[in-house]
Structure formats: C-alpha cells, structure tokens
C-alpha cells in the first residue's frame, strides 16, 4: 500500500470526492465498544448497578443483554455488507462480577456478542498475568496487541498476537492492537510481560502488514484519545484508528462530547484518518461506516455512536444467563450499609482534575480507620474511583462499584519533602485526565496547571489539632493509601520508600462502607482542601485536528461535568448575562462552561464554538480552567 501520491493522482482523489464518481470503492462498517469494565448488568446515569425500580422506569442503560440485541440488530441491518465488531480493552474491573468469576463472566459474554478481534487493556492485567491468562484460555476470538511482549515464562504464550489479517468481503483487513505505555504504573503485568513503546511496535507491524500486500489497516489502541489523535493516527500507513482508554464520547450530536465522530486526523502521507472511541461501560456502540478507494485510501468515514438505552429490549438467553451468574454476589451486593443525604460524585472527569465529594469519603474513611496508628495524611487516587452513588440507600454493592479493585489499605512514614513529590507526581498528569490526581485528608494544597511539571504543588498545609500549618519537608509524616499506590503504582514511587510499611490493611471498599455505616445518613461535601490556581493564559496542547462535515459539530467536554451523562442537569451557564447581539469582550470561564454553552450565549448558535476556540489559542477543551479569562470575539 503506498499512501504518497503524485500530484495527479491526490487531485484525482480529490476529484472522485466531490463527484461521487470513478474508483472502485470497498465499504466497511465497523461496529465497536471500549472500556466495558465488566458492566454485565445495565447501568444508572451514575454508572453504577441499575436498580429494579429504575428498570421499571426505563431509566437504564447498556449491559450484557442489551448491548447483545443492539449488535445483533445493526449486523442483521447489514447483512451483505462488510462489518467488523471490535473490542478496545479494558472489559475486567468494575463490578461484583468482575470480584467474583475474575474475568470469566466478561469472557462468556463477549463471547456471546462474537467479536471479530480485541485489544488488551491495562486493567486486564489487574490480576497480573494470571487473570489475563485465565481469560485467553476462554474468549472465542483473537486478541492482538502489538507492545505487550511475553517472555518464554509467560502463561499467557503467544496468545496475544501482535496483528492480524481478515478476509472481509475479499478484501485483506489488516488490525493492529496496542496498550497505553504506562501500564507496569497503572497495573500489575509481571516480570515475565514487558510493554514496549506504543508508536514503535505499530508501525513495525504495519510495516510488515504493508509488504505482505495489505492495504487497508487498522489500529485497534487502549492508550486513549489524545494520543490516538497526537501520535497514533499519525503513523505511515494507518488507515482506522478505533480507541479506548479514556472513556471519550465523540459524537456529532452530544454537545458534551469531548469531539465529533469520527476525529479526522491529517496524516503525514497526505491523507485523513477517523479516530473513533464509544465512551464506556457498555452504554454505546460505535458505528462506523468508512469508504476505501482501489488504493485503500479512506474516502470518506461517517457514523455515530449508538445509545444503549430502554429502547433495547435486553436479550432473553443472556439476561437468563447473568441472572443465574448473579445468584452468588446477590445477597452481599443488596445489603443496605447506610444512607446518603445527596449523590456522592465519583464521576472519573470530576475526581480526576480536582476534589470530589467522592474522593473526600474515600481520603477520610482511610484516614478516620488509620488514625489510631499515627496516621495523619491519606491520599487516594482519584483513577481508583469508578462510579458515582445517588441518593438513598446506600449497598455494599455500589461501594464495591466505586472500589472494585480489592486495595487493601496501606500505612507508612513518609518525609514532608517526599509527601510534596507525590503530589507533585499526582498533578503531574491532569491535562490528560490520569487517574493520579491526589484526593486527599488531613492535607491541603494548591496547584498551579500552568507551570513545568514538578513545580506545580504550593500551599501544602497539614492538619495539626483543630488548626491546618505549613507542612515540614524534614518532619515525618504518618500516611495512609491504598497498597496499588503504595507499591508505585500510578507513579507514586515516593511511596515505595516509606517507612514502617505495612500494606495488608483491611479491603478499601470495607473500610468506606464501614464509614458510611459509622456516618449514617452520610452528607457528600467538598471543603476546598484541594485549590487550582486561575490562569491567565489558555493552554494550546490540544493536537489540531480537522472534523467531517456534520449536522452539527459537537462541542467541547465540560471541565467540570455533573455526576451523570444521561439525563443530566444542564451545563452552569456562563457568568454574565450576555445577548446574541451584544457579546462581552471577555468571558471568566465558571464552573460547567463549554464553547458549545458560551458559543449559544453570546452567538445564538452552538456550532460557532470553533469562533471561541481558535480565538483563544485553541485550549484542550477538556480542560477549560475555571477562573481564567478568554476572548470573545464579535459576531
């Protein structure tokens, strides 16, 4: 496949474009998920267990069944075309079924759903390897993932192949998988299971792909949507990129979407890539259609993803089937351990970027049972964090959702200088969204985005009786978290230096539903303890990328958005009051704004958000800071 083209024939392309007319076409439509994050049973809009009554409201979405009748629908709608369904990674972690059957309910699940290929996740080595291999000796179709290399020592073999090739229709598709680099920080591989450069290990097996006469390639990545757009999407010869990782919702219709779908990416060769993703936990399927000419050149890409909601009436052999799963966690997972005066908000877009009510529990419950040890600090990652909890009664179940991992806490000194690293470590990340992000008890602090990484942390102040003092970088400190992270993981390698260590504590999830219980009806609250400096200056890391023609583009993700994506409360709307003929010539971004919301204030019309955007440097639209004053250009 050769994608430099002569003038001639790039303008002949172009041509065929805008006529509708000449070249052989191949069109293939690819359905996708990402992130499933063992949501076998449906979800609420805080992304947790959907209880009875709200089924009976039709307020659920996803799960297993329905996204089992969604796929099958969209294959019978086409039949006798050429259709993929692919799989981003991440399906382990996230539910009672994930602690109970460690990745063999996912297994049979998926497996119902026949995928034609899957990725590995980072969280799919949660259980090191072992989980992992567990898993491949179950699922009925093939796993690739170019840049994990097992060792000879390894159980999990060759069974994760790097690439492979499919006859779909005639046509060679070639499919190339990779993981986000950081795994060994973000889970458990084990030493006989190396994870190699991302970039690298695809295009070696593109490459190879290329000279084995396939012209049409797909690159199937759990390491998230900023790098599919930055890196990923830019390599030779990659024609599709279908993503996970972050969880991103692109859409052409959403305005939270964090952007349209598909994201067209110039490549280096001189034409345009679709980078999709489907949000997560099983609440949409990505449908993709894309139109290849003779050269296996992408002509044009189009789609949006699909909402699982009550309108999908769940498959009867598999709701049957999780209902019989199920039978075991169901007595532990209904009993009420308390209550909540309001939704506790764990929202991974919140606790990832700032404090949360969430976070607050967890940080306090972990300090509130350490305390008797000499703890003074806890700190908990915020990426640790998995669900939201509504209102009401309060189960062991959905405590478990929000913390499925079975962290068991974790106690050891640590020097004031080194407490300072470790948040320093848990900013270091934000404008990506990592799960780092410190959320913590009996500490205060400021951060400032804006400055280099590593001297981001000021204002760290620890709690001494009833009153906060500055924080001494000689004194020793005693510290509490989660053993993941006391282990290094998520970068913390301050941590692994502690002294007096023991990280065999009680389960995490006990420990906050103990809390709940001791606390009942628990208040959700934040209190400032975690304060981001304003900035004066928009960042311009965003990568600049090109959207397809669409209805309507979508808009920026809100900085700050509400627990839930469907239904929600509206988007804060902008500060001041401003009409569609009298824009302000400044803006201080509060808390909810988005370049779609202001767009609509100051213009009337949303899809004028790019006027904004580019006015102001084009900022991560992720990332909006609150406090910061943009431009607003005139109509």
Request: hydrophobic share 40%; proline share 7%; with cysteine.
């Amino acid at each position: 496949m050769t994608k430099s083209f002569s003038f001639g024939l790039l303008t002949a392309s172009i041509l065929a474009l805008s006529t509708s007319a000449a070249f052989a076409d191949y069109e293939l439509n690819i359905l996708h998920i990402n992130d499933f994050h063992s949501r076998i049973e449906s979800i609420n809009k805080f992304d947790s267990t959907c209880s009875a009554e709200e089924e009976g409201k039709n307020e659920c979405f996803g799960g297993a069944a329905r996204l089992k009748t969604a796929i099958d629908q969209r294959r019978q709608a086409l039949t006798g075309k050429n259709t993929l369904l692919l799989n981003a990674g991440d399906n382990f972690q996230g539910s009672l079924f994930y602690t109970t059957y460690k990745g063999a309910a996912e297994a049979e699940m998926l497996n119902m759903m026949k995928f034609d290929a899957m990725t590995v996740g980072n969280h799919e080595f949660d259980d090191s390897e072992d989980g992992l291999a567990t898993f491949l000796d179950k699922v009925q179709f093939p796993v690739v993932t170019a840049n994990v290399k097992a060792s000879a020592a390894s159980k999990i073999g060759d069974r994760v192949k790097p690439s492979l090739v499919l006859d779909v229709g005639g046509q060679k598709i070639g499919i190339v998988g990779a993981v986000t680099n950081d795994t060994p920080e973000l889970s458990s591989p084990g030493p006989n299971v190396t994870i190699a450069d991302d970039v690298q290990s695809i295009t070696a097996e593109v490459q190879k792909l290329k000279s084995e006469g396939v012209n049409k390639i797909i690159a199937l990545t759990h390491v998230g949507y900023p790098r599919d757009l930055a890196m990923i999407a830019k390599i030779p010869d990659v024609d599709v990129v279908v993503g996970g990782h972050s969880h991103s919702l692109l859409s052409n219709t959403d305005p939270k979407a964090e952007g349209p779908y598909p994201t067209m990416v110039d490549n280096p060769g001189g034409y345009k890539v679709p980078v999709v993703q489907a949000a997560s936990y099983s609440k949409y399927l990505g449908d993709l259609v894309v139109n290849f000419d003779d050269n296996g050149v992408v002509k044009e890409a189009k789609g949006d993803p699909i909402l699982i909601d009550s309108s999908f009436t769940p498959d009867p052999a598999v709701a049957a089937r999780i209902v019989e799963l199920a039978k075991p966690i169901e007595e532990l997972r209904k009993k009420v351990i308390g209550s909540s005066e309001g939704p506790i908000e764990g929202d991974r877009k919140v606790c990832r970027v700032k404090e949360c009510s969430m976070g607050n529990l967890v940080a306090d419950a972990i300090l509130d049972r350490s305390r008797n040890q000499g703890v003074t600090i806890a700190i908990q990652n915020g990426g640790g964090l998995r669900a939201s909890i509504d209102g009401g009664d309060v189960t062991q179940g959905e405590v478990i959702t929000v913390l499925p991992f079975q962290n068991t806490l974790a106690t050891f000194q640590l020097t004031g200088a080194d407490i300072v690293k470790a948040l320093e470590n848990g900013v270091s990340q934000i404008d990506q969204g990592a799960g780092r992000f410190p959320q913590v008890a009996g500490l205060k602090f400021t951060f400032d985005q804006s400055k280099p990484v590593g001297s981001r942390v000021s204002d760290v102040l620890v709690k001494d009786g009833d009153n906060f003092v500055p924080i001494d970088n000689a004194k020793t400190y005693g510290v509490a978290t989660n053993n993941f992270m006391r282990a290094g993981g998520d970068g913390y390698v301050a941590f692994k230096d502690g002294q007096n260590a023991y990280d065999f504590g009680p389960d995490l999830a006990d420990v906050t539903a103990e809390y709940i219980a001791a606390h009942s009806p628990y208040k959700p609250y934040t209190d400032g303890r975690i304060t981001e400096i304003a900035q004066a200056a928009p960042s311009t890391e965003a990568p600049a990328v090109s959207a397809p023609a669409a209805p309507a583009p979508a808009a920026p993700a809100p900085a700050a958005p509400a627990p839930s994506a469907e239904p929600a409360p509206a988007p804060a709307t902008p500060a001041p009051a401003a009409s569609t003929t009298a824009a302000p010539a400044t803006h201080v971004i509060a808390a909810g704004d988005t370049f779609w919301d202001l767009a609509k204030t100051f213009y009337g019309d949303g899809a004028e958000w790019r006027k904004l955007s580019e006015a102001n440097g084009s900022p991560n639209p992720r990332h909006l800071r609150i406090g910061e004053e943009i431009q607003v250009p005139t109509k």
